[in-house]
């Protein structure tokens, strides 16, 4: 069933969403080559502390981490280790939150240093896919038009959507109903309705759509061992049109001035 939320939840809500975002906001100045990805992970769970939340994804399932980092053919749920990152990487950075009962999501692509122009169009593109979703996600559509706008875009580009992995649900639980693939077809799928709370998450391959999942339970790759893409926004449907919760404009400032 759906949890439709009020306009106080919604606030609530956004304030998770933001505390991510200020997250992957104080990250950005340390994703420079030679950074261990734990180090990320130990900042973002000691920052998130400090400012009143929980790491959402930590023992979530088991998840041994506060962060998922995937990097390059990595495509999502890297656990944080010994890895250093390195000019022309690809860097995923997933995270959660959950603060007064309810959870904020969100994931951003950074590249380290100067990245090849295939592999920035990739992201771009994944990005734009996301808010061509996003604009969809009006009161009178449904799921299936979020993501059929999301593939649409995705594939005329010449990349592929990876179907095993969606967006979903947000609110007191991580993951809740409705399940929002990034593939589909327009017109199918629940009504998106007042209150709706979702997380829309495309995870865009260069090459083939087919992934793996790895030994230590949690990473998904790409079988082909190209790069793969990942944005993710938490939005909520208020007066009809979709509100975005997180924020790219805090990372996005961050980013621009370093
Ligand atoms: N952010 C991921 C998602 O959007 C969740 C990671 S689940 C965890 O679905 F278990 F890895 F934490
Ligand atoms: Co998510």
């Given at each position: 069933m759906i949890f439709y939320k009020t306009r106080a939840e919604i606030e609530l809500l956004r304030l998770s969403n933001e505390l991510v975002s200020k997250t992957h906001a104080a990250l950005a100045p340390y994703l420079?080559?030679?950074?261990?990805t734990i180090e990320l992970d130990r900042i973002a769970e000691q920052f998130i502390r400090d400012h009143?939340?929980?790491?959402?994804?930590?023992?979530?399932?088991?998840?041994?981490?506060?962060l998922c980092i995937s990097v390059?053919?990595?495509?999502?749920?890297g656990i944080p280790g010994d890895y250093e990152l390195k000019e022309g990487d690809l860097v995923s950075i997933d995270c959660g939150v959950l603060m007064n009962d309810y959870y904020g999501d969100s994931a951003y692509t950074y590249g380290i240093g100067s990245i090849d122009p295939k592999h920035q169009k990739l992201m771009d593109v994944t990005k734009e896919s996301l808010y061509l979703g996003i604009e969809q996600a009006?009161?009178?559509?449904?799921i299936g038009d979020i993501s059929h706008a999301i593939q649409t875009h995705a594939e005329s580009n010449g990349f592929s959507v990876v179907r095993e992995l969606i967006g979903h649900g947000v609110g007191k639980d991580l993951h809740e109903k409705p399940e929002v693939p990034n593939y589909g077809k327009r017109g199918r799928g629940p009504k998106i309705l007042e209150g709706l709370v979702i997380a829309i998450e495309p995870m865009i391959?260069?090459?083939?759509r087919d992934i793996v999942q790895y030994n230590d339970g949690w990473t998904i790759g790409t079988r082909d061992k190209l790069p793969s893409a990942h944005y993710e926004h938490t939005i909520a449907i208020v007066d009809g049109k979709p509100q975005i919760l997180s924020r790219f404009d805090i990372i996005e400032e961050v980013l621009n001035q370093l």
């Open positions: 420079q080559p030679g950074v261990k009143g939340g929980v790491p959402g994804f930590l023992q979530y399932n088991g998840y041994p981490n506060s390059n053919h990595h495509v999502v749920h009006v009161v009178g559509n449904r391959n260069l090459g083939k």
